[in-house]
Nanobody
Framework: QVQLVESGGGLVQTGGSLRLSCAAS????????MAWFRQAPGKEREFVAA????????YYADSVKGRFSISRDNAKNAVYLQMNSLKPEDTAIYSC?????????????????????WGQGTQVTVSS
């Protein structure tokens, strides 16, 4: 079992930056691949980024590639999402998730079904 708590969301203008954090507690954090998802009002949950236990494998959604960066610090039991060049369409609740398949990133890393533990989410609002 692992518990996840996100922080760092807020209101930012178009073109601005935010850094989201996800703090993990419970079982060994480094045993899990991690991901960020987001959900905008009236839309389905959307994959954003995923990272393996070592950080050696990283994946991004096309919509955020080149603007967002996922990283982790296993010593601090944390995963981060650096978001740059934010756009109004990035507005959503961002949630971190831990893989149900352990340390490696699932072949279907983009599917919420690959993740068994979720945080409560943090709101990101980008004004135009």
């Amino acid at each position: 079992q692992v518990q996840l708590v996100e922080s760092g969301g807020g209101l930012v203008q178009t073109g601005g930056s935010l850094r989201l954090s996800c703090a993990a507690s419970g079982r060994t954090f480094s045993s899990y691949a991690m991901a960020w998802f987001r959900q905008a009002p009236g839309k389905e949950r959307e994959f954003v980024a995923a990272i393996s236990w070592s950080g050696g494998s990283i994946y991004y959604a096309d919509s955020v590639k080149g603007r967002f960066s996922i990283s982790r610090d296993n010593a601090k039991n944390a995963v981060y999402l650096q978001m740059n060049s934010l756009k109004p369409e990035d507005t959503a609740i961002y949630s971190c998730a831990a893989s149900r398949f352990g340390a490696v990133v699932s072949a279907i890393y983009y599917s919420h079904t690959s993740y068994g533990y979720w945080g409560q989410g943090t709101q990101v609002t980008v004004s135009s």
